[in-house]
């Protein structure tokens, strides 16, 4: 895995992690200037998902980065917005993390 992947991949799962937390403050104070900042923060998470792309190609980028949203805004949301999960739910956080590591470290066959 290159380092250039995983600094874009930093920087991208920052980005959509405030987005998605002041999009969780939006819900609780109705403040639209949240809602502008949280769709702003959504479209310069794109524009880095795109250079992710470029790093590691479609759905490494897309993959990866789903796994790592789902896990890290989880979270965020116990912590910090003292939401729980579900024992079923936690299992899928735990299979998306099995997954996460085999699109990182992914064996070479041998022929």
């Keep these: ?29 109705n403040n639209i200037w949240i809602l502008i900042l949280s769709l702003s923060l959504y479209c310069v998470g794109n524009l ?16 990866i980065s789903a796994v790592a949203q789902l896990v890290l805004i989880n979270i965020i949301a116990f912590f910090v917005f003292d939401e729980r999960l579900t024992v079923s739910q936690m299992a899928g956080i735990a299979l998306g993390l099995v997954s996460m590591a085999l699109l990182l470290f992914p064996i070479s066959a041998k022929a």
Excluded: D, Q
Aim: glycine letters at 8%.
């Design 1 to 29: 895995m290159k380092v250039e992947f995983l600094l874009w991949l930093a920087v991208a799962m920052a980005v959509f992690l405030s987005a998605a937390t002041a999009s969780r403050g939006f819900i609780a104070t």
């Design 48 to 63: 880095v998902m795109v250079r992710l792309m470029r790093e590691g190609g479609l759905g490494l980028a897309i993959s």
